[in-house]
Every structure is written in C-alpha cells, then in structure tokens.
T-cell receptor
Framework: DAKTTQPNSMESNEEEPVHLPCNHS???????IHWYRQLPSQGPEYVIH???SNVNNRMASLAIAEDRKSSTLILHRATLRDAAVYYC?????????????FGKGTKLSVKP | GAGVSQSPRYKVAKRGQDVALRCDPI?????LFWYQQALGQGPEFLTY????????KSGLPSDRFFAERPEGSVSTLKIQRTQQEDSAVYLC???????????????FGPGTRLTVL
C-alpha cells in the first residue's frame, strides 16, 4: 500500500471548519482513501472513505484532488469532541486482506 | 448493540511473566485483527484471522507472541516471557469482511494497556 504524508498537528477553534490535508503522491488507480480517528484513550474509529469522487457522511466530508495525489478531510463545525489523532490510510481492496497501515496521523486540538 | 470488547483493560506484568489478552469481536464478524500501539505512534498490524483461520501473522514481533481464535469468535493474544519492549496498547478490531470492490469498516475495541516492569 502506498504511503501518506500528514502534518503532525493542527489547531482549530470550536464551531469553525477544519481542513485536514493528506498527501499520497504514489497512490495507484485502485487505492481507496480511508480516514480513521482515535480519540484519547480509545481505539480508532472509522470516519469516511472514497476513491475518486468527493464523499459526505454525517461525520465529515472527503475532498479528493482531481489527480488523486492529495485529499482533505473536512469537519464542518469542529467540536471539543473532535479533538483526536486523524489517520489517512490507503488500501487496495483487491490486494489486501484488510489490515490498516497507520502512519503517525495528525493530532487535532480544538480550542473552546 | 455491543461493540468490540477487550479484557483486561490494563495489565501490569513483571518481566518474564506470560500474559493473555482477550478480544470479543462483534457477533458475526468474519475478520479479526490485532494491532500493537506504542506510545505516540500509530497502531501497527500484528495478525489477521478470517473466522478461525489465522491467515497472516507477519506482524508478530517474535515467536513469544501467539494468537488464536479457535471457534471463529473470541480471540486471545498471548505473550510469553514478557519483555519491557512489549509495553504497549494492544488493539483488537473486527469487520464483516473485505471484498474486492467493497469495504466494511473495522470496529476497534478500547485496547489493553500492557506495562511490563
């Protein structure tokens, strides 16, 4: 699976939008982009995933660049509960058994 | 419904002791994964089960680590003769399955924090 690059940390104010970037310049055509997050003292939880088109769900939106070499996770209104480490992970379903390859992720701090 | 549970939540072991960590996945989930998370790092893959079959154990750091899932549900990760470098959070995750064209999210347990003195 290809590698991803994320900033080590980001800060946001409560109730403002947050844009978390992820670079994946070596992504292959069949790699899906996944985002998980890990709240303090908890296991990771799934946030969203996509292939080419932008995706929305109740938690977040995923914006994928046209060349797919980067993507952005968007939290529309950050809350204190969104303070977590966010992981951007690539996976090729056909060549994978499903285990996730985590990097260090981006630690998001939310200020009241 | 119940999520993935792990026990114990915390375990302190003296160096050289054997430990057993338990994972109860979500009922009906075919795939089960174990990960190890060192302080300040992302989780790292240890091993993978599809039902009762252990299909990948390439991430187990040494032959002191052993995992089983005999009936395709509950899984146990055993560490023999624990060393200080084994201190970490051990996470278990389960999912329905992974298909060639679809993705079923992994549900993680809260982890077991192992401290080896």
């Amino acid at each position: 699976d290809a590698k991803t690059t994320q900033p080590n940390s980001m800060e946001s104010n409560e109730e403002e939008p947050v844009h978390l970037p992820c670079n994946h310049s070596t992504i292959s055509g069949t790699d899906y982009i996944h985002w998980y997050r890990q709240l303090p003292s908890q296991g990771p939880e799934y946030v969203i995933h996509g292939l080419t088109s932008n995706v929305n769900n109740r938690m977040a939106s995923l914006a994928i660049a046209e060349d797919r070499k980067s993507s952005t996770l968007i939290l529309h209104r950050a809350t204190l509960r969104d303070a977590a480490v966010y992981y951007c992970i690539l996976m090729n379903y056909g060549g994978s058994q499903g285990n996730l390859i985590f990097g260090k992720g981006t630690k998001l701090s939310v200020k009241p | 419904g119940a999520g993935v549970s792990q026990s114990p939540r915390y375990k302190v072991a003296k160096r050289g002791q054997d430990v057993a960590l338990r994972c109860d996945p979500i009922s009906g989930h075919v795939s089960l994964f174990w990960y190890q998370q060192a302080l300040g790092q992302g989780p790292e893959f240890l091993t993978y089960f599809q039902n009762e079959a252990q299909l990948d154990k390439s991430g187990l750091p040494s032959d002191r680590f052993f995992a089983e899932r005999p009936e395709g549900s509950v899984s146990t990760l055993k560490i023999q003769r624990t060393q200080q470098e084994d201190s970490a959070v051990y996470l278990c995750a389960s999912s329905l399955a992974l298909g060639r064209e679809w993705y079923n999210e992994q549900f993680f347990g809260p982890g077991t924090r192992l401290t080896v003195l």
